[in-house]
């Protein structure tokens, strides 16, 4: 997995390990996986496998690719020292057997699969790919996704995003369907089954939380499905309108969506009591900095019943 992915699915789950033990990996070409980091080659990363053999390697960083030589179809993995003791000498033949299991194809891709999900492979690129042409209006989703809808937010959270819409966001009611002993009680309010439709637009915490939303940005927040959330968003700018508060506006409904989801992963992995104010304060963070950083504007600023922007 390349820095820029793992970064973007850091951001989906509550931590690193959360994420990588829902991925699978299939190594094709090797260009997208990480060679110690990476959960590709067994159920542990190489890294934990020999540990003292990554402690003596003199590339710790890299792809399965950069580590494999595709022209005689060999492993080269340099280490600082060439003696090595006897449990150094056990823990690379362990290594080196374990690579003699993999081959790598230069015309193929690598792929992942979402351990939870059933329906097989999806290729990095080509979900890259999607998600592009999607943003672009060209795709059967096009409809929902309209062009005029290009919220200028980091790409992690376009991403959380288009998770949602596509409905792969691992709420707790998706993550049952494989996982049946786990909960499925909504972490905001603990009185429904947390569902997308739930956690983002009907549960009580996230209407109250939506309803000051719209009191400060003058957008209409009240979400009965998740439908309507892009409808919202997407309805914020108008076509020919490019100034920075349009710009900056098309922010709120994922701003808005990014701050309950973290919010709800806080309370189940750390346990984090849920308060309007924290959530609030989120949301204006959100705001700013994307505000500041990608559609570089000014100061975002909330004032009663008008957020303001200035250049
Ligand atoms: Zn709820």
């Not at 022209?71 to 090595?84: C, H, M, P, Q, V």
């Not at 790598?104 to 699969?113: I, V």
């Not at 972490?187 to 939303?213: D, I, K, Y």
């Not at 919010?263 to 104010?277: L, S």
Request: proline content about 2%.
């Amino acid at each position: 997995m390349n820095a820029r992915t793992s970064q973007i699915c850091k951001g989906l789950f509550a931590d690193r390990d959360d994420m990588e033990s829902a991925i699978e990996w299939k190594v094709g070409n090797g260009a997208s996986v990480h060679f110690w980091k990476d959960r590709w080659s067994g159920v542990e990363k190489l890294c934990d496998l020999v540990p003292d053999i990554y402690r003596l390697a003199n590339k710790k960083e890299g792809t399965v690719g950069e580590f494999y030589q595709l022209e005689d179809g060999a492993w080269s993995i340099e280490l600082s020292r060439a003696k090595l003791t006897v449990d150094e000498t056990r823990q690379f033949t362990v290594l080196l057997e374990r690579l003699g299991l993999h081959n790598l194809h230069a015309s193929e891709e690598d792929q992942y699969r979402w351990k939870f999900k059933r329906s097989g492979m999806h290729s990095v690129k080509s979900a890259y790919n999607r998600w592009s042409t999607e943003q672009a209006g060209g795709s059967r989703s096009s409809a929902k996704f309209a062009q005029t809808w290009r919220p200028k937010i980091p790409l992690k959270i376009k991403v959380f995003v288009w998770f949602l819409f596509l409905e792969r966001l691992m709420t707790r009611a998706y993550r049952a369907r494989w996982a049946p002993e786990d909960s499925t009680v909504c972490a905001l309010c603990s009185g429904a089954t947390e569902t997308a439709e739930h956690l983002f637009c009907t549960c009580e915490v996230a209407r109250e939380f939506w309803s000051l939303v719209g009191r400060f940005t003058g957008l209409q927040t009240t979400f009965h499905t998740v439908e309507e959330l892009w409808v919202a968003g997407k309805a914020i700018k108008r076509a020919n309108d490019n100034s920075m508060a349009a710009v900056v506006s098309q922010s709120i409904v994922p701003a808005g969506a990014w701050t309950i989801w973290k919010t709800r992963n806080k309370a189940i992995f750390k346990g984090t009591r849920v308060y309007q104010e924290n959530m609030w304060d989120m949301f204006r963070g959100c705001m700013s900095d994307w505000g500041r950083h990608i559609a570089r504007a000014g100061e975002v600023q909330f004032r009663e019943g008008a957020m303001c922007i200035t250049g």
